[in-house]
């Protein structure tokens, strides 16, 4: 049975993969499976009928027969678990893909989306220019970390799996910030990360929809 996954009919990242339905995307077209996409409106996506699916009211949601899920991590798990290519044979290192996965999500992304939120939320603030550094501080310590974790190793854990699919992902999300960019290691990791076909795939489809809303097709 073909999945259905939902993304934004008018994505806020403007086409820069980032939205978080690009973490399902990418998972699908690393492990073959096709799927298709049905796009939602912001309004829509706080309507009853897709809060049943998602009952925060955000994208993107999984629909696979009677299984419906909800959360980018816990879908890129179960795309993962039903199907070869994202999760190790050896249990051992099963276990330590699954851990980065949700190292990336848990430790990784909120001091990240904490940054990008205090634009919007916290400008008119009178602390605001004040709390930026410490922001970026608190991303740089979780770095630091990672990048010595990382060293000169192509990806996390031996083989490319999930919990890089997760933790690029993240990453991705300091471009424009130049904090990225202070990491050699992180930043090539990302480049091996995006280079992947499987990547292509996911992030040409994703900005195909951007492109059609930007052009009213």
Request: net charge neutral; no cysteine; aromatic share 10%.
């Amino acid at each position: 049975m073909t999945p259905t996954i939902t993304a934004f009919e008018r994505s806020p990242d403007r086409g820069k993969g980032q939205a978080r339905d690009m973490r399902v995307r990418w998972a699908l077209e690393e492990v073959g499976q096709p799927y298709e996409v049905r796009l939602v409106s912001f309004r829509e996506m706080k309507k009853p009928a897709h809060r049943a699916l998602q009952p925060f009211g955000q994208i993107p949601t999984y629909e696979e027969g009677d299984l419906a899920l909800f959360e980018s991590g816990a879908i890129v798990f179960h795309i993962a678990e039903r199907h070869a290519g994202l999760l190790p044979d050896d249990a051992n290192a099963r276990a330590r893909a699954i851990a980065w996965m949700f190292a990336a999500l848990n430790t990784v992304e909120p001091p990240i989306v904490e940054l990008e939120q205090a634009p919007y939320a916290e400008r008119d603030k009178p602390w605001y220019e004040e709390r930026l550094p410490i922001l970026k501080d608190r991303i740089r310590g979780r770095l630091d970390e990672l990048s010595r974790r990382l060293g000169d190793a192509d990806w996390l854990d031996g083989a490319f799996s999930a919990g890089d699919l997760m933790m690029v992902m993240v990453l991705r999300r300091l471009y424009g910030s130049r904090i990225l960019e202070e990491y050699p290691n992180l930043s090539a990791y990302v480049a091996r990360g995006e280079a992947r076909p499987a990547f292509k795939r996911a992030f040409d489809a994703q900005l195909a929809v951007f492109t059609g809303a930007s052009t009213g097709r």
